[in-house]
């Protein structure tokens, strides 16, 4: 079992739990989140997307609110959906329900959660899959108010990207590296959570 005493620098147990969800999922990237929310509010700040955006009403209601916030136009669509789906207009996936081994698709976004209910239960964080390096490089310091874990102490980066403080702590890391080591975790879900239509949602300042 994985210890964060094991480590002289605890940092470097997100590294280790992003390392082994890439090479799980198949993605070249992955940017670790507190969440599925802050996963997909990074991503659609990082890439090119349509004027308006697309996906089903039926999901949880931060996600219309990231939209709001980030003053995204979008339209909500009468469509189910099972595991993931698609921002139309967009190559980001909302995927917080699915964890599967080689699912990641060349050229998307994928935005996975792992907190309560979901396949991979750490009860708290998220993450992003790519194959952008670029975006790999920039999502990496955003999550965590523009700096470079690379650098330590922090006060040496000298220059720094306009972040958020959106990072998975290092103890939920190895949670989820003892849960992959020891294999507990739910490829699928079984039953997928009746989320409302969010149309019927009003968000407002």
């Known amino acids: 079992m994985i210890d964060i005493k094991n ?13 082994a969800v890439a090479k799980f999922t198949g993605a070249p990237y992955c940017i670790t989140t507190d969440c599925c929310t802050h996963a997909i509010e990074i991503a659609f700040r990082l890439t090119k997307h349509d004027d308006v ?5 039926y999901t949880y209601l931060s996600v219309p609110m990231t939209m709001h916030k980030l003053n995204i136009p979008h339209q909500l669509l009468d469509i ?35 907190g309560r209910s979901k396949p991979l239960e750490i009860g708290q964080g998220g993450c992003i899959l790519t194959d952008d390096a670029e975006l790999y490089r920039k999502a990496s310091m955003m999550r965590f108010d523009g ?7 922090w006060i040496d ?19 989820g590296l ?11 879900l079984d039953k997928h959570f009746d989320y409302p239509d969010c149309r019927k949602v009003k968000v407002s300042d």
């Open 7 to 19: 480590y002289s620098n605890p940092f470097q147990a997100i590294f280790d739990f992003e390392a």
């Open 157 to 175: 980066q000298k220059e720094f990207i306009v972040g958020y403080h959106y990072y998975m702590r290092p103890e939920e890391c190895i949670a």
């Open 53 to 57: 955006i697309r996906f089903p009403a």
């Open 147 to 153: 700096r470079d874990l690379n650098i330590s102490p």
């Open 80 to 114: 189910q959906w099972k595991d993931y789906y698609q921002f139309e207009g967009s190559n980001i996936w909302d995927c917080a329900r699915y964890f599967e081994e080689n699912m990641y698709v060349s050229g998307t976004t994928q935005c996975i959660s792992f």
């Open 178 to 188: 003892n849960l992959l080591l020891d294999k507990k975790f739910t490829k699928q």
